[in-house]
């Protein structure tokens, strides 16, 4: 039995949200410290959304 997409309601790429999670779990970064990077990058989300995708993907 396949597992269904975690990703599926989301309208960001699972590729940006991966990134974000990483960047926050990995690296001593704050999550404005994300944001910013991100926007860096042109990648336009808030910290309120890191912080909502760090606990909904950061336990897997």
């Known amino acids: ?3 269904p997409c975690p990703f599926k309601y989301f309208k960001t ?3 940006i ?3 974000a999670v ?3 779990v990995r690296f001593p970064l704050s999550l ?3 944001e910013d990077l991100l ?3 042109g990648i336009d989300v808030s910290h309120e959304a890191v912080r909502f995708w760090w606990h909904r993907f950061g336990p897997m």
């Open 1 to 3: 039995m396949t597992r």
């Open 13 to 15: 790429s699972r590729e």
């Open 17 to 19: 949200i991966r990134l």
């Open 22 to 24: 990483m960047m926050y």
């Open 32 to 34: 404005r410290n994300v």
């Open 39 to 41: 926007h860096e990058r």
